[in-house]
């Protein structure tokens, strides 16, 4: 029989890193949390994309956060993102919230995001 003796080294089996990015990576800057928001919507990857949003995010993004979404959802949102441009990030003198402006196909939002402590994510658009 053999233990394991815990190390403070990250996980970085295939799975893991799968279900669980890197925090200090992919939620580390407000831009950082929009561009994975929007790689995990072109991806069609659900978990990755519930993983973006702020608990305080609205009902209509809890489906994502809940793992809850039907393919529909999953679909019309990758639809949605698809071709979506990254512009300003502005970080207010708090440092607890943000705003990302993102260009989509259709038309140009200002996403909100909040600062938690599995880093920033997005709270609404």
Same mark, same amino acid.
């Given at each position: 029989?053999?233990? /394991?003796?815990?190390?403070?080294?990250? /996980?970085?089996?295939?799975?893991?890193?799968? $279900?669980?990015?890197?925090?200090? *990576?992919?939620?580390?800057?407000?831009?950082?949390?929009?561009?994975?928001?929007?790689?995990? $919507? /072109?991806?069609?990857?659900?978990? %990755? %994309?519930?993983?973006?949003? $702020?608990?305080?995010?609205?009902? *209509?993004?809890?489906?994502?956060?809940?793992? *809850?979404?039907?393919?529909?959802?999953?679909?019309?949102?990758? *639809?949605?993102?698809?071709?979506?441009?990254?512009?300003?990030?502005?970080?207010?003198?708090?440092?607890?919230?943000?705003?990302?402006?993102?260009?989509?196909?259709?038309?140009?939002?200002? %996403?909100?995001?909040?600062?938690?402590? $599995?880093?920033?994510?997005? %709270?609404?658009?």
């Amino acid at each position: 029989e053999t233990t /394991q003796t815990p190390t403070a080294e990250p /996980q970085t089996t295939e799975t893991e890193t799968d $279900a669980n990015p890197s925090t200090s *990576e992919t939620f580390a800057t407000p831009t950082k949390a929009v561009s994975t928001m929007l790689t995990a $919507a /072109q991806a069609g990857d659900a978990v %990755l %994309l519930g993983s973006c949003f $702020a608990e305080d995010a609205p009902k *209509e993004f809890q489906a994502f956060r809940s793992g *809850e979404a039907t393919a529909k959802q999953i679909d019309e949102f990758k *639809e949605f993102a698809q071709d979506a441009t990254v512009g300003e990030e502005t970080i207010d003198a708090t440092k607890q919230t943000a705003t990302v402006k993102v260009q989509f196909k259709r038309r140009a939002e200002e %996403l909100r995001l909040v600062k938690t402590e $599995a880093g920033w994510k997005v %709270l609404d658009f």
